[in-house]
T-cell receptor, first 114, second 111 residues
Framework: DAGVIQSPRHEVTEMGQEVTLRCKPI?????LFWYRQTMMRGLELLIY????????DSGMPEDRFSAKMPNASFSTLKIQPSEPRDSAVYFC????????????FGPGTRLTVT | GENVEQHPSTLSVQEGDSAVIKCTYS??????FPWYKQELGKRPQLIID?????GEKKDQRIAVTLNKTAKHFSLHITETQPEDSAVYFC??????????FGKGTRLSVIA
């Protein structure tokens, strides 16, 4: 199993540009989570999906952030327009629901907004 | 909702000594308690977990203990090595709901 896959690994963009982060969960995992990690705020849960349906997006900082999961093997996190304070590492994680709770993280996308 | 407190925030130990990191949780319904290790520039990686029907679990040099009555759980690392240096996160969950993470402990093992 390849594990959780994220792309790109690094993204540098200018303020005001649209940014799209991508995630492929582990096959067979039906939960998908998006996290943001910064030194100041630690690891924050932004949104999570179960069977491709968004369950809780209360962690999404503002309307500039949106996430989709069109199928079981793909999810996107979009920031439009981006701002310098969005600079962080964004992690995607997946988990199987059937009796096992282990959550596995992708390698992350380091986003820098200048 | 669940709230997880983690202590200490930083910890320095001499190589070969033991390290202990402690977490408390608030939701008595929580029944799953994983620990993650995050090396610099890497992803958090699950290193050990414990469920509420077990009081202790060991895996080589690491062990976790759980006290459900007091709502706290701990990570113990024995015979620490420089490669144990990392940030360690505890988390708690009632099961199929999102993990609630502690703020992390930066462990430095001094050779």
């Amino acid at each position: 199993d390849a594990g959780v896959i994220q792309s790109p690994r690094h993204e540098v963009t200018e303020m005001g540009q649209e940014v799209t982060l991508r995630c492929k969960p582990i096959s067979g995992h039906d939960y998908l989570f998006w996290y943001r990690q910064t030194m100041m705020r630690g690891l924050e849960l932004l949104i999570y999906f179960n069977n491709n349906v968004p369950i809780d997006d209360s962690g999404m900082p503002e309307d500039r952030f949106s996430a989709k999961m069109p199928n079981a093997s793909f999810s996107t996190l979009k920031i439009q327009p981006s701002e310098p304070r969005d600079s962080a590492v964004y992690f995607c994680a997946s988990q199987r629901s059937s009796g096992r709770y282990e959550q596995y993280f992708g390698p992350g996308t380091r986003l820098t907004v200048t | 909702g669940e709230n997880v407190e983690q202590h200490p925030s930083t910890l320095s130990v001499q190589e070969g000594d033991s390290a202990v990191i402690k977490c408390t949780y608030s939701d008595s319904a929580s029944n799953y308690f994983p620990w993650y290790k995050q090396e610099l520039g890497k992803r958090p990686q699950l290193i050990i977990d414990i469920r509420s029907n077990v009081g202790e679990k060991k895996d080589q040099r690491i062990a976790v203990t759980l006290n459900k009555t007091a709502k706290h759980f701990s990570l113990h690392i024995t015979e620490t090595q420089p490669e144990d240096s990392a940030v360690y996160f505890c988390a708690a969950s009632p099961g199929n709901t999102p993990l609630v993470f502690g703020k992390g402990t930066r462990l430095s093992v001094i050779a």
